[in-house]
T-cell receptor, first 116, second 116 residues
Framework: GAVVSQHPSRVICKSGTSVKIECRSL??????MFWYRQFPKQSLMLMAT?????????EQGVEKDKFLINHASLTLSTLTVTSAHPEDSSFYIC????????????FGPGTRLTVT | EDKVVQSPLSLVVHEGDTVTLNCSYE??????LLWYKQEKKAPTFLFML????IEKKSGRLSSILDKKELSSILNITATQTGDSAIYLC????????????????FGKGTHLIIQP
């Protein structure tokens, strides 16, 4: 099956610093990747859609300047949390769409971000 | 704004019982409804439903969509402890070119616990 990796799996950083999370599709090319955020005991919340070669499309309420998304190649999208604060602590999951249909999304294992 | 509501939020049953999980939705330009199982980390795909009244089945799991009622149910028969997980319902909407993120809208999930 399709494999999506995320790096790092867990990161702890100090308030005010920036953190970059990578999402890679390992065995297929993904023109579209998605970034989700999940709070404890809550569901996934779509943050943005990342399209290769163009600007990401953000969901309402998600700050573009705070959550920088770059989809530089067909197998890599990055999410940078800039000037992180404790309220940014969360579980960030990416997914990559293999085909033209959203159901063909393959999720990465997630990145646990803790901001102290 | 698209909305997905799942019920119950939490359910505890004994091994061998049958459970029914509910999902209702309000979405503009509905395309499909998807069920995912989330254990420790990323969700895994279970079913995609597009047509009303047609049951999808996989082993002890089955699901059906009712477009008239804007809802879906996920049934699990002869439950096992390994079925313990969060079951997520998500809706995919048709997005026309011109902008707009087209990721999935997730419900809050049903936390299912199967006791031995």
């Amino acid at each position: 099956g399709a494999v999506v990796s995320q790096h790092p799996s867990r990161v702890i950083c100090k308030s005010g610093t920036s953190v970059k999370i990578e999402c890679r599709s390992l065995d297929f090319q993904a023109t579209t990747m998605f970034w989700y955020r999940q709070f404890p005991k809550q569901s996934l919340m779509l943050m943005a859609t990342s399209n290769e070669g163009s600007k990401a499309t953000y969901e309402q309420g998600v700050e573009k300047d705070k959550f920088l998304i770059n989809h530089a190649s067909l197998t890599l999208s990055t999410l940078t949390v800039t000037s992180a604060h404790p309220e940014d602590s969360s579980f960030y999951i990416c997914s990559a769409r293999r085909g033209p249909r959203s159901y063909e999304q393959y999720f990465g294992p997630g990145t646990r971000l803790t901001v102290t | 704004e698209d909305k997905v509501v799942q019920s119950p939020l939490s359910l505890v049953v004994h091994e061998g019982d049958t459970v029914t999980l509910n999902c209702s939705y309000e979405v503009t330009n509905f395309r499909s409804l998807l069920w995912y199982k989330q254990e420790k980390k990323a969700p895994t795909f279970l079913f995609m439903l597009t047509s009303s009244g047609i049951e999808k089945k996989s082993g002890r799991l089955s699901s059906i969509l009712d477009k008239k009622e804007l809802s879906s149910i996920l049934n699990i028969t002869a439950t096992q402890t390994g079925d313990s997980a969060i079951y997520l319902c998500a809706v995919e909407a048709l997005v026309y070119s011109g902008g707009g993120a087209d990721g999935l809208t997730f419900g809050k999930g049903t936390h299912l616990i199967i006791q031995p």
